[in-house]
């Protein structure tokens, strides 16, 4: 049969056969004369089992395929040397970017406030860096955008804290509670040691119809507005921190004033923002205990 299909197809048989191409006789040659440095598993201390913390073993080592030894092509030095090397050049990587660092962990504290692909991006380059690999060309370009855009409100912010303002009134009120509204305003007092909670021990936070708008610095006496802060009420934020008392005053009038221009609205109260239910309480802005506690 076959000598028939050889009559018939000729050469063109032969060449339809597999060929075997010959292998570089000196990468061979290197191979074979290139010792192999066997070590014993590290996983396993050459047991070739994996054993489990209660002492049970549960196959085979997943390391060494059950060996108990690894051997590779290179010595031990020269492997350690490849790896202080990775080394060296993972730390230069975090040395020259400590400036970038910085920046993505201050922005990643307020993650809450951040679009969450934007977080996830930004957290992802933050891993790269710790990690020693570089970033590209575009991703250090959306860091440097961070950073100016960071840069220029903090330079907005110092622009609007301008001259010195009384705080002595409002702090003299956060000695004997935590917290006070007055006329829309919330202040709260952040703890005195930076580890029971927040970065800012000592400060006061301030909100403005319930949403952070800046603080008040430990020690200080100016306001250092957030970036929403609308400026057109500072008027309004400074004689609520000269004078808590007479602020409350005022705007229980102006609220007294809404409801007799719409019945149904509901009114909190002009210090601790609790709904208020009683008419004499509705009619003058404030609850009987908050009233109490300011001496109305």
């Not at 108990?68 to 050049?89: D, H, I, L, N, Y």
């Not at 957290?123 to 950073?147: E, H, P, T, W, Y």
């Not at 903090?154 to 702090?171: H, N």
Request: glycine share 8%.
């Amino acid at each position: 049969m076959n000598d028939r299909l050889d009559d018939i197809f000729g050469d063109n048989l032969a060449d339809a056969k597999p060929k075997t191409l010959p292998q570089d006789a000196a990468s061979v040659r290197i191979r074979e004369t290139t010792p192999d440095f066997a070590e014993t598993c590290p996983k396993c201390r050459g047991t070739g089992r994996f054993i489990s913390y209660s002492g049970r073993a549960l196959g085979e080592c997943f390391t060494c395929k059950g060996k108990g030894s690894k051997t590779f092509k290179t010595s031990p030095e020269t492997r350690a040397a490849a790896r202080q090397r990775t080394a060296v050049a993972k730390a230069s990587v975090v040395a020259d970017h400590q400036a970038e660092l910085k920046w993505l962990s201050d922005t990643l504290a307020r993650r809450d406030r951040l679009p969450e692909g934007y977080a996830t991006m930004l957290s992802n380059f933050q891993s790269r860096l710790l990690a020693g690999r570089a970033l590209s060309d575009n991703q250090m370009a959306v860091i440097a955008k961070g950073m100016a855009r960071s840069a220029q409100w903090v330079q907005e912010r110092q622009q609007k804290q301008g001259e010195a303002l009384d705080v002595t009134a409002i702090r003299e009120v956060l000695q004997t509670r935590k917290k006070v509204m007055v006329a829309l305003f919330t202040f709260s007092l952040a703890p005195a040691h930076a580890h029971a909670h927040g970065n800012n021990p000592g400060a006061i936070y301030v909100k403005d119809n319930g949403a952070y708008v800046g603080k008040i610095p430990a020690g200080a006496s100016t306001f250092s507005p957030g970036r929403d802060f609308d400026q057109s009420r500072l008027p309004a934020l400074v004689e609520a921190m000269a004078d808590p008392a007479a602020a409350v005053k005022a705007d229980a009038a102006r609220r007294a004033q809404l409801l007799l221009e719409d019945p149904a609205m509901t009114i909190p109260c002009g210090c601790c923002g609790l709904t208020l239910s009683n008419p004499e309480s509705i009619a003058r802005g404030i609850g009987p205990i908050c009233a109490g506690k300011w001496g109305f």
